[in-house]
């Protein structure tokens, strides 16, 4: 969060940033905002897993701290009962194997996904999100 905060400050933007914990809560009050302003950018920093009969499941924080897991049918289902994403300009999204998961931020309306088809060490997502944004911001 700090490196993407100095990246938009470095590039000289005016663009604002507010960080926070990826809950269920947080992207439902961000999808309500999204309705009512233009060109929000989503950064979601998580994880996403496999399993045998679920699929891919994007990797959220409970009220706790802890794991709470929106599987495939599941996140679908969210996105569709708050409007999609329509109104969502970017997502960035930096899991790994985040491939599957973009295609059904696509489906629900977002224009402009990024995503991953392998993994992707921390190190390694941290710098290429600092340089994107950089440049995106610039």
């Known amino acids: 969060a700090e490196a993407l905060s100095q990246s938009l400050t470095e590039s000289g933007s005016d663009v604002g940033l507010k960080i926070g914990a990826a809950t269920v809560s947080s992207l439902t009050k961000l999808l309500a905002l999204a309705r009512s302003r233009r060109?929000?950018?989503?950064?979601?920093?998580?994880?996403?897993?496999?399993?045998?009969?679920?699929?891919?499941?994007?990797?959220?924080?409970?009220?706790?701290?802890?794991?709470?897991?929106?599987?495939?049918?599941?996140?679908?289902?969210?996105?569709?009962?708050?409007?999609?994403?329509?109104?969502?300009?970017?997502l960035f999204l930096s899991a790994c194997h985040s491939e599957e998961l973009a295609q059904l931020f696509i489906e629900h309306g977002c224009q402009h996904v990024l995503a991953t088809r392998e993994k992707?060490?921390?190190?390694?997502?941290?710098?290429?999100?600092?340089?994107?944004?950089?440049?995106?911001?610039?």
């Open 39 to 90: 060109g929000l950018v989503l950064h979601l920093s998580a994880h996403a897993v496999k399993h045998h009969e679920k699929g891919i499941g994007l990797v959220l924080e409970d009220a706790t701290g802890g794991p709470h897991i929106l599987w495939h049918r599941q996140l679908d289902e969210f996105l569709g009962g708050h409007g999609g994403l329509r109104h969502i300009s970017m």
């Open 120 to 138: 992707v060490h921390d190190s390694t997502a941290r710098r290429f999100a600092q340089r994107f944004y950089y440049e995106f911001a610039a």
